[in-house]
């Protein structure tokens, strides 16, 4: 897999919308693998282009999304999700017959029922999702091998053109990832599970922390390799996008929120009665799912 | 740190009561540093046994407490918790005068409650608690090098002797440990927030999606880099120790999963309502506190 180039030539002009984490890596790589594609780089932030400009990952940089978009045969949106209905509206004129939209949000189902209906026809829309991230945000913080080995979900809508998907997984592919296409609604469920409502743990154990007190809390963060520390690195993403998330896949994730919180009281009732045997059965159980991973080598 | 060492001939003969993770790492350190210092290790099963000789982690092995402290300077439980009370029993008439008995437990007030009142005078009482750790558990799991730039947490009882609280502090720092002195009740009421809490929160969250059928679930193990990995790591970690612990530490993790789970249900609520600005704020407010683990080195 390391040894995976995008194809030189696969874009002649790309227009990324949105440079952050995962937009400024896949610019890394298109630079390293395909330096005749142009790049055009569009944010709402002069600071943001600013930095665009000094790490030399576009040739044209705006902060007019329909100027970006115009020419394009490859548009990406990696903004957060809020903003995608107002950029739709402002590129759907500019875009050129033929181009691909894809973009990188994490939420599905809602993108695309906001978001194609905004499209004129002949536009090629194919949503994804490069599962790959670190706790950073920004320009400055990507890097090229952030998607080395990771996966990239496709949820093309039924009816999409198959050279268009075939194109944006040589591009994914390209980057290191593995890509996989499913329903855009399954793909919100697997995600509620593997990413949402962990982090929405990880915020509300860590907000918690931060009321107990001036004393004890200088004392967690001393203390924090026990397991604490673990929650405070996801805890530290994004807050604009994990906002966006969160409204975005609030089905999915309420419904999965009322099984954990039944678990949890299940747990709390078992401890209160000082039930050791409830406690080691669901001990027991969850390292079975932890060697499952190590086996699908995800560890 | 890496430069700290145990002073040779600190202790002249040390009985290991339990010889997972934390009591096989000891006695790595002790036969790295110290090699002219007898270790007798108990354990109950004879495989645990027989890897401690594989290993050349001991000098003798038995599985009887009170022949493994005779003779002893040095004794250092290290059980799950609820082997203490009748381990105590064992060990109380076996114990050499002026010997120093020390634990390694996650909890720390009802250990003392109940093991304080089982040794005769003249035995030096030092528990102690090495914050460090990993999912894996063990004799072979153990390796020199886990207590290196970790904080151990002593919690003598008012009037024990300070010769016998610089010995431990002595042996830690030896191993490369940061050590420390608190109240048990405080310290347990801090392991609550770093430790065992964020432990629960794991372990639930890893059994409510193993309950989540077949077919997600072999997805959840494809797609957990999202986050849900970091909490198969911490459920991942023995199911006697940690079930002891909540029992043990029953009153502050039942105190801190109340704020906890109200702090939920408002995020909940929040994402219910399509509240951006709640959530945008609270998740900012836990970025915070991610910087302050990351100055404070413990990151």
Chains 1, 2 share one sequence.
């Not at 994990?242 to 009732?269: H, K, P």
């Not at 969850?286 to 060697?291: E, K, Q």
Request: charged residues 25%; glycine residues 8%.
């Amino acid at each position: 897999m390391s040894a995976a180039t995008i194809k030189a030539g696969l874009f002649d002009r790309v227009a990324l919308i949105g440079v952050g984490l995962i937009g400024s890596s896949l610019a890394r790589v298109l630079r390293r693998d395909s330096p005749q594609t142009q790049i055009v780089a569009c944010a709402r932030r002069a600071e943001t282009l600013a930095a665009v400009r000094r790490l030399d990952l576009a040739d044209e940089t705006t902060d007019d999304p329909a100027a970006a978009v115009a020419g394009a045969d490859l548009v990406v949106l990696a903004t957060p999700l809020s903003a995608y209905a107002e950029i739709g509206r402002q590129i759907a004129p500019a875009l050129r017959e033929g181009a691909i939209l894809t973009d990188v949000g994490s939420v599905k189902g809602a993108v695309i029922r906001d978001l194609a209906p905004l499209l004129p026809p002949r536009i090629h829309f194919v949503p994804g999702h490069p599962v790959a991230g670190t706790e950073h945000s920004g320009p400055e913080a990507g890097f090229a091998d952030l998607f080395l080995d990771r996966w990239c979900i496709l949820t093309p809508p039924r009816g999409t053109a198959p050279e268009a998907v075939a194109k944006i997984t040589a591009l994914w592919e390209g980057a290191g990832m593995r890509v996989v296409t499913m329903e855009a609604e399954h793909h919100d469920r697997v995600m509620a599970v593997t990413s949402h409502l962990p982090h929405l743990i990880a915020y509300t154990i860590v907000g918690t922390a931060t009321e107990l007190g001036q004393d004890l809390q200088s004392e967690v963060v001393l203390y924090s390799a026990g397991g604490f520390r673990d929650f405070t690195r996801i805890a530290a993403s994004d807050p604009v996008m994990w906002r966006d998330i969160f409204l975005e896949n609030r089905e999915a994730v309420l419904e999965l929120l009322q099984r954990f919180s039944e678990d949890l009281t299940a747990l709390q009732r078992a401890i209160r009665r000082g039930d050791g045997e409830t406690l080691h059965t669901w001990f027991t159980r969850t390292r079975a799912i932890r060697r499952s991973i190590i086996e699908a080598k995800q560890a």
